[in-house]
């Protein structure tokens, strides 16, 4: 079963794209397009695979031709990992025992 959190989904309200910077109200936590985050045929990935994206940066993603695959993949790596240094960086993760 693929992991589903929508406490973490929630947390891209109100956030800065982290593709643009843009802080339009559009953000939203864009789910990975990457077979090895779960991504399967009418299956999102793990919800812990996503990354705060504006709609402009998120259509890029999925339906773009701006991008060429490589492309799209790292696009897709550096907007989770730029997520995640946010979620630390706000305090809105931590680790428990």
Known sequence: MTYRN???LELARDQ??????????TV???????R???KGMAHKAHDGMMA?????CHYELDQ????DRQARRMFTLESICKTYQQ???QGLIEVKK
């Open 28 to 34: 939203v936590a864009a789910h990975s397009n990457l």
């Open 87 to 89: 979620l630390w960086d």
């Open 6 to 8: 929508p406490k973490l």
């Open 36 to 38: 090895e985050h779960g």
């Open 52 to 56: 705060w994206l504006c709609y402009r």
């Open 64 to 67: 773009g031709a701006r991008l």
């Open 16 to 25: 800065a794209c982290v593709g643009c910077g843009a802080q339009d109200g």
